[in-house]
């Protein structure tokens, strides 16, 4: 799969060949992502882990139970991630992750590439249900969220961890795929 994005990137799977620049994308943003992405950062310390860590998701693509996309340039240098993770397919529903590099925020990429990713999780997978937890410290998250039609659900209090082991509030979005026939 490559879906086009706009200004000529694109969005596709993880592939094998991705560890060492998934690496260097999370190097570069650490800091920032520490909070959100404490098992992310933990699982992708260097590159020898990174590509454990990528073995890991392709595995789990083809188990069909979390599903891992990159967004990357021209030159197939990566800027952003989204995943379907922990993915119920009894419901079915599946959560979704997204993060992007500093020097790509604030231009309708991450929105542009959660609506394709949300397309494919509805259309090809048959997912009914997508939810997404958002630091409430982090508006532009929320702005991504709201402008793909998650609706705010509620606060989980105390729902996740942060690397710092710190217990945080999160708010909880979901996303309803619309039935045949039903108005947009």
Known sequence: MNIPLSCGLHLRFLASTDAAPLHKLIAANRERLADSFPI????????????QYVQTKLREMKERTFYSFVLADERE????????KNVDWSV???EVAYYIDRGFEGKGI????LEKVCRYAFDELGINKLFLRV??????SRRVAEKCGFEKEGLLRSDFKTSAGELIDVEYFGRVRQKPGSES
């Open 110 to 113: 991450t929105s542009e590439a």
């Open 135 to 140: 630091s409430p410290g982090n508006p532009g």
């Open 77 to 84: 240098d990566l800027f952003g991630y989204v995943s379907l």
């Open 92 to 94: 079915p529903k599946a």
């Open 40 to 51: 992310l950062l933990s699982s992708t310390s260097d590159v020898v882990s990174a590509l």
